[in-house]
């Protein structure tokens, strides 16, 4: 391996270093990923390039640009390690790297779980309602489970989908939608 991590891209060493300073670019990815696959020496990653807790804080989105390269395995085991290290030693000392997900909103999960039994009784698959719909399955499941706060119009696309009737009660009111 040359000792120039750099040696076939046009850019300098300080110019990596800057793109490096900024966590969370798509530029940030892009270095972190190239020299994390050429390096594997972490005192000197640490030392010179990217700080460990950043490190920590952004490896999931290293790793899936590293996955990018199928090259770049083994050196994601390596670093995974690396980051399982580092990542107990920080969360012993308070460091947080993700937020806590929001509570559900209970009528989120209400409206969740009467989707997800109307579209079992009908023995359609996540992936089928999805693509009837034109959204992802990872919509879908997070819709089931209470955990995305979807609009009037994917509700709308979801009942007609399923030929349900969408019904909302206000107080001395009711709004009904027809499929």
Request: charged share 30%; aromatic share 8%.
């Amino acid at each position: 391996m040359k000792d120039n991590w750099l040696w076939d891209r046009k850019i300098t060493d300080s110019e990596a270093k800057k793109a490096l300073k900024k966590p969370g670019t798509g530029a940030f990815f892009t270095m972190a990923a190239l020299l994390l696959s050429r390096k594997n020496e972490p005192n000197e990653v640490f030392k010179n390039y990217i700080d460990p807790v950043i490190f920590c804080k952004n490896w999931a989105g290293i790793k899936r640009k590293m996955r990018q390269d199928k090259w770049s395995e083994p050196r994601i085991i390596f670093w995974q390690a690396i980051y399982e290290k580092l990542a107990d030693r920080y969360r012993k000392e308070g460091v947080v790297f993700r937020q806590a997900a929001p509570a559900k909103e209970p009528f989120c999960e209400v409206i969740g779980k009467k989707i997800a039994a109307i579209r079992r009784e009908q023995g359609l698959s996540q992936k089928k309602l999805a693509k009837k719909i034109g959204v992802s399955q990872q919509l879908i499941s997070r819709i089931e489970k209470g955990g995305e706060n979807i609009s009037l119009i994917t509700l709308t696309n979801i009942a007609r989908s399923l030929n349900k009737a969408v019904e909302i009660n206000f107080p001395n009111s009711q709004l009904s939608i027809p499929h």
